[in-house]
Structure formats: C-alpha cells, structure tokens
C-alpha cells in the first residue's frame, strides 16, 4: 500500500471528508468470465485495499463500504459460504496491514448474526486499531438502512423508558446520535459502481445531502483512474443544502 499524495489531485477543499460506495458487479464479472460468483467476490477484494489506498493518499477522513446487506442473507447458500469465507480470511490477510497504515476499522450492522469466529476476528480488528486515526474504514455488513433507523428509534425509546429523554423531545437533531456512523461527519459522496441507478438500503439516514455518483464500472474493475473520476465529478458539483445557488455562491 503506498500512501504518497499524487500530483494533479483534487483540491483539498473540494475533497469529500466521507465516501460511501455500494461495491455492485462482482457477481457478473465473474459471469463474464464463466467463473463462479464467489471468484467474483474475491477480486472484489483487491478493489477494496485500491479504495483504500486511494483514501488514505487523498486524506479522506472515512470510508464506507457496503459488503453484506441484511437481505444478502437469501443469496444461495454457496455464494452466503462463500462470502463469510472471504470476510474471515481477509480479516486474518488485511487488519496488521490496515493497522500499519492506522486505518480505523469497524464492522456496522447487526453482528449478532455472524457466526462466533468471524465475530471474534470483526471484534479484534475493531479493538486494534481502535485509535488510529489515519482513516476510519466502516464496513458494513448484515446492515440495512431501515435496520439502522429502527434500531435508533428502540435505543431512544429506551432512553425515554429510562427517562433520559423527553418522547417529546425528539426530533432529527435528538435522534441522530443513535443512528450508526454519528460520530463521523455524513457521506458528502455515494459512489455506487456495476450500472445501477439505486441506494438499496444503504445509509438512508446519512446520505440525505451526499452527492450521488454512478458508474458502469464493475467493482472489480474499479481502480485509481474509476475513483478519481468519482472524486473529479464532485469537484464540480454545487451542493445546496436547500439554498439557491446564488446564496450559496455569495457565501463562498
Ligand atoms: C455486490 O456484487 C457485492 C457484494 C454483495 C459483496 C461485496 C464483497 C466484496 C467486495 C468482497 C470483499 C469485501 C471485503 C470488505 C473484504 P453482486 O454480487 O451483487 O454483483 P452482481 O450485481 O453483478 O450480481
């Protein structure tokens, strides 16, 4: 992994603090080449560490990943098995390396579902490099929007039974402490790669001002030139929280 900062980036205020990717195509990328899905998979994960490697050179604050959706679960067993494989060996391949670098890993989602090895190793991991700070590397898996918004919504009313919180109180300011992710400024770009014009249940909370980017490009494929042209495409939009554009331009 080489972290230099490249000539002829972006500039660093044009630069998003968060990236979010939905990481789509393996499967026909492997298609494409007869090959079982679970090949896909697998050269999906040396898109994974070119993501990375392009956050930490571009000195990205967080990272994003979304790599087993809570309805994943109804894929065929194999690809499921297969998928859980690849998770425990990358963990045991990727953390000293990760941690070299003082990437921050955490696994978001509902984890119980794992099975205890591969909990153990998710736990590890988080715990090493729980204070490093070079980037935060949030792997999402068995995770689902609506999952993450109802499980806000349980934690606040258990802080209402408690009567930490007044019912009345709560509103989008209240409630947003208890969504996944609230300790890292939200998404500023989507990136979603395989074709698909779609959010499938990915950060419905946080991404409601992210700017949105789609490419054809199937995640395997995704490399340096595929995510600068991301961050390059972002550049160049306006984000308006709401305002016009004059307003915005007059205050910048
Ligand atoms: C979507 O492609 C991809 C997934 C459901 C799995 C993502 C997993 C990886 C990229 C592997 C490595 C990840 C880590 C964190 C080590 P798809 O199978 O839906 O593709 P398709 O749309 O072409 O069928």
Redesign the pocket.
């Known amino acids: 992994m080489n972290a230099a900062t490249p000539a002829g980036s972006a500039p660093a205020a044009r630069i998003p603090r968060h990236v979010a990717i939905v ?7 492997a298609e494409r080449r007869h090959r079982p ?1 679970s090949f ?2 697998r050269a ?2 040396k898109a ?1 560490r070119e993501a990375v490697e392009f956050c930490l050179r571009q000195r990205i604050e967080a990272l994003t ?1 979304f ?2 959706s809570s309805e ?1 679960w109804q894929r065929p067993q194999d690809e499921v098995g297969a ?1 859980m494989e ?2 425990l060996k ?1 963990l045991d391949k990727e953390t000293d390396e990760l941690h070299g670098h003082g990437v921050r890993v955490r696994f978001v989602g509902e984890l119980g579902a794992f099975a205890e090895p591969l909990r153990q190793r998710m736990q590890a991991a988080m715990a090493k490099t729980a204070a490093n700070a070079a980037l935060a590397l949030n ?1 999402c898996v068995n995770y689902g929007g609506r999952w993450d918004i109802a499980q806000a919504a349980r934690r606040a009313a258990e802080a209402v039974a408690r009567g930490e919180l007044a019912a009345e109180a709560i509103d989008e300011h209240t409630l947003a402490p208890y969504l996944c992710l609230a300790d890292l400024p939200p998404p500023d770009l989507l990136i979603r790669t ?1 074709g698909e014009h779609r959010i499938s249940n990915f950060l419905l909370w946080q991404i409601a001002y992210a700017e949105l980017h789609f490419t054809d490009t ?2 395997p494929d995704v490399d340096q030139a595929c995510l600068q042209r991301a961050l390059d495409d972002y550049a160049r939009r306006q984000r308006r929280y709401g305002k016009t554009g004059a307003q915005v331009a007059q205050a910048s």
């Open positions: 990481m789509d195509g393996n499967g026909r990328w899905r896909g998979h999906g994960q994974v990943l790599a087993f994943n998928l690849l998770f990358a792997v395989g199937l995640w």
